[in-house]
């Protein structure tokens, strides 16, 4: 239902068309109307789903980028700006032989 600018909205009437409108669909018996009936029932659910996971992958990456982006204010990993101090570091001692330096490089 579409509303104008400066006209109220009327519950009783949207009601009775929504009543309407569910009627029609559980009317249909055949797989079409069986299927639209259960999307009908199931649309609030895949959107609670969706903005769940939107929200969750924002969360994870604020999460993820926490640690380098504070790390920055003493400088960035050699091999992966990415990477905060307490990583760098750890891969610097586990693999001090290898060519592959990890160290922090300090802003002067």
């Not at 504070?70 to 610097?92: H, I, N, P, Q």
């Not at 290898?98 to 490089?105: D, G, R, S, V």
């Amino acid at each position: 239902m579409w509303y104008d600018q400066f006209t109220s909205t009327d519950w009783v009437r949207d009601s009775i068309a929504d009543a309407y409108r569910v009627k029609a669909l559980r009317a249909r018996k055949d797989i079409r109307g069986r299927i639209k009936a259960l999307f009908d029932g199931s649309q609030g659910w895949i959107l609670s789903a969706l903005v769940g996971f939107i929200t969750a992958t924002i969360a994870y990456a604020v999460d993820v980028s926490e640690a380098p982006v504070f790390d920055w204010k003493d400088g960035y990993c050699a091999k992966g700006f990415f990477l905060s101090e307490k990583v760098c570091l750890m891969r610097t001692h586990a693999w001090p032989d290898t060519n592959l330096t990890i160290a922090m490089l300090r802003r002067r």
